[in-house]
């Protein structure tokens, strides 16, 4: 049985062509970039520096300000509490959203329990920050506001452009968590008025386990405490023996995001319209989570009233989704995310996360739609919820009976 793989958000395949680039420094080019006394070094060396060019030219960055990590879950770590450590004596009020990462939530969780104070913004009924909120909760002891880019459950793009404008004028850093965004929609750290931006390989066709943060190095000149102490690596910010082959598998990541991205992005935007298109004519009772234009090209995430969202992708067993319980399923709470955005709990555990990629097909989209729309309808004839709905009921107004 072929599997159809929808689950781009949570990873991607690797790109066969950032395999080949990363081979050679599996086998014979395997010296430590930092050994700076023989060639084996300086190859490494070298091709680290080419990575931190292809990386910074893909989101308008100098190669100086891009710093390699493990991946968007550190990088968020060393922005957020690097920056709240390093202003203390600025200020210590940091400001994120509700509909964060939890890479950007915990850390904010653990500054707050630390002395900090936290401001959490709530989102519109598309997931969009407010932005006359965000202008009302900086104060003068605001050192940073953290707003993803792009949000992994609903795809939802925040007007990122916006909020560095503001941070601008207020004198406030602005981090965004770009995991999902980079290398998807075109991002410009300068005109959008970026300080800090988190990155992440395995989201964009690169390997697991490698990241990038960019750190703005003039106007301002911003600086991180490190959350990791060691031989100073990686101007001092995040120390550690640096991952080479990795490396190179995110710099080629990034380059060929660069070079396809116009014609990726239309190609994948279609599939994305095709497949919610395809849900909408086949099914009745579908929402749409998420805003319906300002929106990834990977993403769609829908809800189907009256089927649960579990049960839902047994009767597909063979398309890889994700539901709308948290990236913890085992814990049977609807999506964090979905309830920010006022999406009841029914509707939260109805709802099910479409991502779609570079390798993904027309005729997968196609067979996704029927394989999906079939199982909805299963699963609606033996629900007695649709059947009120179809007679006109509104079983939200319901009095169930309790004994």
Sequence with gaps: MSIVYLDNNATTPLDPRVL??????????????????????????????????QVAALIGASAKEIIFTSGATESDNIAVKGVAHMYHDKGNHIIIQET????????????????????VLGVDKYG???????????????????????????????????????CKERGVLFHTDAAQAVGKVPIDVEAMGIDLLSVSGH??????????????RKKPRVRCEPVIHGGGHERGMRSGTL???????????????QAEMPEESKRVTALRDRLWEGLSKNLTEIALNGHPEKRLPTTVNVSFLY?????????????????????????????????ALGVGDELAHSSIRFSLGRFTTEADVDYTVKRVSDAVNHLRKMSPLYEMALEGIDITKVQWAHH
């Design 307 to 339: 089927v649960e969202g579990e049960s839902l992708m047994m009767g597909f067993n063979d398309i890889a989704v994700s539901s709308g319980s948290a990236c913890t399923s085992a814990s049977l709470e609807p999506s964090y995310v979905l309830k």
């Design 203 to 216: 989201k964009m066709y690169g390997p697991k386990g490698i990241g990038a943060l960019y750190v703005r």
């Design 100 to 119: 964060e990462h939890k890479a950007v939530i915990d850390p904010a969780k653990y500054l707050e329990q630390n002395g900090f104070e936290v401001t």
């Design 20 to 53: 080949d680039a990363m081979l050679p420094y599996l086998r014979d080019k395997f010296g430590n970039a930092a050994s700076r006394s023989h060639a084996f070094g300086w190859e490494a060396e070298n091709a680290v520096e080419q990575a931190r060019e």
């Design 243 to 257: 991952n080479v082959p990795a490396i190179v598998g995110l710099g080629t990541a990034c380059a060929l995001a």
């Design 128 to 166: 969009m920050v407010r932005m006359d909120e965000l202008a009302g909760a900086i104060k003068d002891n605001t050192t940073l506001v953290s707003i993803m880019f792009a949000n992994n459950e609903t795809g939802t793009i925040q007007p990122v452009a916006e909020i560095g404008k503001l």
